[in-house]
């Protein structure tokens, strides 16, 4: 297995932050495609669907 085969599983309730800005939240809901959740940001409180490949783990 390479390391771009490597994926991380979230599920809902994870808290993730996004590698392109930071920002962090929680994980709402899942969709069918495993590389498509939503996540709903801490700061605007806006749900969004993203990419999972944007996403990493949040430290807190």
Known sequence: MTKNDR???FKVGDRVA??????EGTITR???????VYV????????EMVETRTLRRANS
Do not use: F, P, T, Y
């Open 7 to 9: 994926r991380v599983e």
């Open 18 to 23: 996004s590698l392109d800005s930071n920002e």
């Open 30 to 36: 899942l969709c069918s495609d495993k590389d498509i």
């Open 40 to 47: 709903r940001w801490d700061a605007s409180k806006m749900q």
